[in-house]
């Protein structure tokens, strides 16, 4: 069955560069995750979109912003990166009433240098 | 202020024997739990879950209780397996503006030993 795909794996950028990462949701799911995790650190809601809509916003910095398409993948733009940035960034996809749990993607691991 | 809490970081069990992984929330908004398994560059794989209208939830060797006035969940694992060494995360859902946010604690580490 197909996963939750998001690209690129791993990324490694350095202070103040810029860095987008890419999520593509398992076909008609209508609603994308971002979450953060820190090391050692409990993933950390950050955004999420319903039908190409923001839904809601979560401890999303400033810097970073994302948005979704009219094929239903997603895509996180992250500016200025800082050391802090660095992190695993988890998708995930799910309908709108994911009684079921949501599917998360393998994840992004950033590294900023 | 972490709502959903995760004491133990790690717990160590015997091949076979019941694994039992404590998880504890604040938020009275909370309406459906749900546990996850993590293994290391994995993203978080969904294993069972449980509405607040509930009060225990079995999915196999997987079981997980809810006990809302003590505001404490658990997962049960039987028999406990070497491949269930993971990390495991409690999470609980609460509906925001749009949709449905997932508030994670900091998991516990699970060792299986052959």
């Known amino acids: 069955a197909a996963g939750v795909i998001q690209s690129p794996r791993h990324l490694i950028k350095e202070k103040r560069e810029t860095a987008t990462l890419k999520c593509y949701p398992i076909p008609r799911h209508d609603t994308v995750y971002w979450y953060q995790q820190g090391p050692g650190q409990d993933p950390q809601f950050l955004i999420s979109f319903y039908e190409k809509m923001q839904s809601d916003k979560g401890s999303i910095p400033d810097r970073f912003s994302a948005q979704q398409f009219s094929d239903y993948h997603s895509e996180l733009n992250m500016s200025s990166l800082e050391l802090g940035d660095s992190a695993l960034y988890f998708c995930?996809?799910?309908?709108?009433?994911?009684?079921?749990?949501?599917?998360f993607g393998s994840g992004t691991r950033l590294t900023v240098v | 202020d972490q709502q959903v809490k995760q004491n133990s970081p790690s717990l160590s069990v015997q091949e076979g024997r019941i694994s039992i992984l404590n998880c504890d929330y604040t938020?009275?908004?909370?309406?459906?739990f749900l546990w996850y398994k993590k293994y290391p560059a994995e993203g978080p794989t969904f294993l069972i879950s449980i509405s607040s209208i509930k009060d225990k939830n079995e999915d196999g060797r997987f079981t997980v209780f809810l006990n809302k006035s003590a505001k404490h969940l658990s997962l049960h694992i039987v028999p406990s397996q070497p491949g269930d060494s993971a990390v495991y995360f409690c999470a609980a859902r609460a509906r925001g503006a749009g949709s449905y946010q997932l508030t994670f604690g900091k998991g516990t580490k699970l060792s299986v030993i052959p």
């Open positions: 995930a996809s799910s309908f709108t009433s994911p009684n079921y749990g949501y599917t």
């Open positions: 938020n009275s908004m909370f309406d459906y």
